[in-house]
């Protein structure tokens, strides 16, 4: 046995001791160099996920928008470039739409921008927007330049209306630019009632029912009238997650073994592995290293699953997307004052299971985008309180500003 000062002295842990150090080292460098990066214009912040548990496989993956990304980009040299790992995220923006409308239709025009405005369409109606002492032109323009849908209502009386017309010249206009659709809807008309230039154009007849505004609203959101594909007509089929298809079989096999996403939730030997995801040896090896980031492998032969796993594949195989589900929890965080910070009385706020919630706590947490307490008393949750901090209403700006 070595000594140091005449103390007992393990190399191999020392080693790992100063591998797991400059891990650290090197992860907050970039978190706060990266981290501190923000677009002017819309003010959002960079993610830095850190991956991989030691120096020599340790990968940075800086998530945001395009234009974000392109800033980052911008930041870092030539030689840094191959050591990040750089992944676009949607925007959570809602559709906007512009309800042109004649005075006699009024009753009309307010139960469709209340079905609208109740059905996550953010609606320009004119008593909402106008106010006294507006400038009612200055207003329109406003409505008109920002919607991505222009809806005008056309009855026997909206037709003869200037107002109207004049805003189905502009919305019109719009619609050539690319700048919006242009949706007209019709009321007690028929199609050869419209003008020339709209008879071409789908215009749906608003019903007693109310079927077609259900429609309008699924049109708008982009929701497919088309059927679903169906299921190939091969054994197996898995969807594309970027992975291969051993490594994606291997995810499913744990997504679906997991019973809380926690770490080592999920612990399976090699061979193990082999046959439940009917993969060669070698396919298997490849795949485990392919997944290296999500996965441990201990004495060479037992798999320990990460719950960051869980984060990246639940959404192809479970009812629930941990990403969208991370951006409500973080929201509640820092909007809702009462919102619980124990994950038993959030799964119970939210009616979700620790199986559901705790993928979306990791994500938060991989990303520091929330304060997390641990302790081995969390029971089926991967943490035993969690609250907000500046990093979380960042986090919660980036993802839906």
């Known amino acids: 046995m070595l000594l140091l000062n005449g103390k007992p002295f393990n190399q191999k842990d020392f080693e790992d001791s100063l591998n797991r150090a400059a891990t650290a080292s090197v992860a907050k460098h970039f978190r706060e160099r990266l981290g501190s990066v923000r677009h002017p214009d819309t003010g959002e912040f960079p993610t830095i996920v850190i991956e991989g548990d030691s120096i020599d496989d340790m990968g940075i993956r800086v998530e945001g928008s395009t234009e974000l990304l392109a800033l980052v980009r911008e930041r870092i040299s030539p030689e840094e470039t191959a050591m990040f790992s750089f992944k676009e995220t949607a925007k959570m923006d809602a559709p906007r739409a512009f309800l042109s409308y004649g005075e006699a239709d009024r009753d009309l025009a307010k139960t469709i921008a209340d079905r ?91 019903d007693e029912r109310g079927n077609t505004l259900k429609q309008l609203v699924d049109d708008i959101h982009g929701i497919n009238k088309k059927p679903p594909l169906g299921q190939a007509p091969v054994a197996t089929t898995y969807p594309r997650t970027g992975y291969s298809p051993a490594a994606t079989a291997i995810a499913k096999l744990f997504v679906d073994a997991s019973e809380h996403a926690m770490y080592a939730d999920v612990q399976l030997k090699a061979a193990d592995v082999v046959q439940r995801a009917e993969l060669s040896l070698e396919d298997t090896e490849d795949a485990l290293h392919e997944l290296r980031h999500y996965l441990e492998v201990h004495c060479r032969d037992t798999v320990l699953v990460k719950s960051s796993l869980y984060t990246e594949f639940d959404k192809y195989w479970r009812d629930w997307n941990p990403i969208d589900d991370a951006l409500r929890l973080a929201a509640d965080l820092v909007n809702d004052p009462e919102m619980p910070h124990t994950p038993a009385e959030i799964a119970n706020r939210y009616k979700w299971s620790a199986r559901r919630l705790n993928p979306a706590i990791t994500y938060l947490k991989e990303r520091e985008a929330v304060e997390v307490r641990t302790s081995l008393g969390s029971g089926p949750f991967v943490v035993t309180a969690i609250g907000a901090n500046g990093a979380t209403r960042r986090f919660v700006k980036s993802r839906t500003a």
């Open 116 to 206: 609208l405005q109740g059905a996550g369409i953010d609606t320009w109606w004119a008593e909402w927007e106008i106010g006294a002492g507006d400038s009612i032109r200055r207003k329109i323009d406003s409505g008109l330049r920002n919607c991505t849908h222009f809806i005008v209502l056309l009855t026997e009386s909206s037709l003869a209306s200037t107002w109207v017309n004049e805003e189905m010249d502009a919305g019109f206009m719009l619609k050539v630019g690319n700048q919006c659709r242009f949706i007209p809807l019709r009321w007690k008309l028929r199609p050869e009632d419209l003008p020339p230039t709209l008879q071409g154009m789908s215009s749906p007849e608003i």
